[in-house]
C-alpha cells in the first residue's frame, strides 16, 4: 500500500474467501467491506476487493505515461530518520555480525519506524490491525497477547510527532530494522559489494573501509530506494546496479543513475559477466511488480521481499518463534500484529502473503495500476514470476540472507526453498520445487 500515492493509499486490500494453494478461481464475485460484490475478473485467485474510491478509479484510468509521473513525483527516495538524528551520534543504530569469515557480514541498521506509514495501514480496509475485530480472527491462545500489542502502538501512534514523540519511539523500541549484506569480493585487490545499502554514516564507512573499497552497490527491489542516493553519495566511484523503476526513482531526486539495470537483458549479460570472477551473479525475478533481483555469492542468496509467512503457517519468515516470545519491545509487537491482520491463513488467501501481494499481480486490480511496472494486461506475469522463481531456487545456495530479517543467523535453503514455494505457487498453480532442489 504504502508504494502507492498518499492520495490513493486508502485503497489496501483485505481477503476473507480463502481458496486452496492449488485452486483457479476466474471471475469469482468476492464479497468486500461494502457488502457489495465486486468480480475479480479474470484473476485466477479469489481475494476480497474493497470498492475503488472514486479518485483512484479516475487516476488508474489515466494513460501510463501520466501515472508513472504522478507516482515518481510522490514516491522519490527519501532516508528515514534513526536514533542519532534524535539522540545524536552517541547513538548506534548498527548491529554487525560476520556470516561467512572474511567473505560476507550483515549489517542489521535500525532506523526509527515510519509512523506515517502505520497511521496508512490502521486506516486502510483490510491492514488495520488495530481493529478490534481482528483478534477474532486469531487463535484463541493469542487473543490477549494481541490485544496488549494493539493497545502499545495505539498510545506510541497517539505521542508521535516531533523529537518527544520520536523519543518514545526509541525508549519503546519501536524500530524498523533492515539487513545490508556486505559481499567480500574474489580477486587480489578483495573489494566489496553492498546488497541493500542503508544509511552510511561515519561509523559505519570507517567499518567497511577497514575491509575494502566498496565497487557496486546493488539494490534488491524496485521499492528498497530510500537510501540509495545516499549511499551512492558516500561511493562515487562505485558502480550501482539496480531496477529500472529504482532507476527511475533515485533520477526523479537528482541522484547519480544506474549504471548496470538488472531487468534489461543485454545489460543482465554484462554485469553478470563481470562480475562472474568476482563469485557474485545476479538473478532478477521477472514478472515481479516490485522487481526484485537477487543475489548469488560465497553460496549464500541475498533476497529481499519475496517471503512473508513462514511455510509453518505460525509466524513471519523473518524471525522465531523464541525471538516473539522472548523480546518484549513495541517492534515485535507491530511485527505480531501486522502477520496475524495481514498474512495468517484467517486474514489473506493462502496465510503466507499480505493480500496486496496478490491485488499487485492482478492486472485489472485499481493498485496494481498504480505500480510503475504494472503486471501484464494479459496475465502472463503471473506466469514469468513462477518460472522466474523457479530457476532461482534451482541455483546452488546453501543459505538465505535476508533484507528484512530478525533471526540471528542466515536461513538454510531448505527452509527458504519451502517458504518460497508455498507463498507463490498459486502463480501458475504448479510446485515451484524441482525434485532436486526439495533435496
Known amino acids: 500500500p504504502w508504494t502507492l500515492p498518499k492520495q490513493c493509499r486508502r485503497n489496501c486490500v483485505s481477503l476473507k474467501n480463502k481458496p486452496s494453494m492449488d485452486q483457479k478461481v476466474a471471475a469469482v464475485p468476492v464479497e468486500n467491506h461494502s457488502g457489495k460484490s465486486e468480480s475479480s475478473n479474470t484473476f485466477h485467485v479469489a481475494y476480497d476487493k474493497p470498492e475503488t474510491p472514486f479518485v483512484l478509479k479516475i487516476i488508474s484510468s489515466l494513460p501510463l505515461s501520466f501515472r508513472r509521473w504522478l507516482i515518481l513525483k510522490d514516491a522519490a527516495p527519501t532516508a528515514a530518520k534513526d536514533g542519532c538524528d534524535v539522540l545524536g551520534e552517541a547513538y548506534d543504530p548498527y548491529e554487525y555480525k560476520e556470516l561467512i569469515e572474511g567473505k560476507l557480514w550483515r549489517v542489521r541498521y535500525k532506523s526509527l519506524a515510519v509512523v506515517d506509514l502505520l497511521k496508512v495501514l490502521t486506516n486502510t480496509p483490510g491492514s488495520n490491525f488495530l481493529d478490534p475485530s481482528m483478534i477474532k480472527r486469531v487463535p484463541v491462545c493469542e487473543c490477549n497477547k494481541l490485544k496488549a500489542d494493539q493497545k502499545i502502538i495505539s498510545e506510541l501512534l497517539e505521542q508521535a510527532g516531533g523529537k518527544r514523540g520520536e ?9 524498523s530494522s533492515q539487513d545490508m549484506l556486505v559481499v567480500k569480493l574474489n580477486g587480489a585487490d578483495g573489494k566489496l559489494l553492498l546488497f541493500n545499502p542503508c544509511k552510511i554514516r561515519p561509523a559505519l564507512a570507517d567499518w567497511l573501509k577497514e575491509r575494502g573499497e566498496v565497487e557496486w552497490i546493488v539494490s534488491g527491489s524496485g521499492v528498497h530506494t530510500n537510501q540509495l542516493p545516499g549511499v551512492s553519495k558516500a561511493f562515487p566511484s562505485a558502480k550501482i546496479i539496480c531496477s529500472q523503476i529504482a532507476d527511475k526513482k533515485i533520477a526523479s531526486v537528482g541522484a547519480r543513475r544506474a549504471d548496470y539495470i538488472y531487468n534489461n537483458p543485454s545489460k ?10 568476482k563469485g557474485v551473479s545476479i538473478h532478477p525475478i521477472e514478472g515481479d511488480v516490485f522487481q526484485a533481483a537477487c543475489v548469488l555469492a560465497h553460496e549464500h542468496l541475498l533476497e529481499v521481499d519475496l517471503i512473508y509467512g513462514h511455510s509453518d503457517e505460525s509466524r513471519w519468515a523473518h524471525t522465531s518463534t523464541e525471538t516473539l516470545e522472548r523480546e518484549n519491545k513495541a517492534s515485535t509487537s507491530f511485527g505480531r ?4 491482520g495481514l498474512i495468517y491463513k484467517e486474514s489473506s488467501p493462502h496465510g503466507y502473503l499480505p493480500t496486496y501481494r496478490y491485488s499487485l499481480m492482478d492486472p485489472s486490480s485499481a493498485m496494481a495500476k498504480m505500480q510503475l511496472a504494472p503486471p501484464s494486461s494479459d496475465g502472463s506475469s503471473c506466469t514469468k514470476m513462477a518460472e522466474s522463481l523457479r530457476k532461482m531456487l534451482a541455483l546452488d545456495f546453501v543459505a538465505v540472507d535476508m533484507a528484512h530479517s530478525e533471526l540471528e543467523d542466515s536461513m538454510p535453503a531448505a527452509e527458504f526453498r519451502k517458504c518460497i514455494d508455498t507463498s507463490w505457487k498459486w502463480l501458475d498453480g504448479r510446485d515451484l520445487l524441482c525434485r532436486t532442489c526439495e533435496t
Do not use: P, Q, V
Open 167 to 175: 523519543k518514545s519511539m526509541i525508549d519503546a523500541g519501536m524500530d
Open 268 to 277: 543482465l549479460i554484462e554485469m553478470n559477466e563481470l562480475l562472474k570472477d
Open 337 to 340: 500484529l501486522f502477520y496475524y
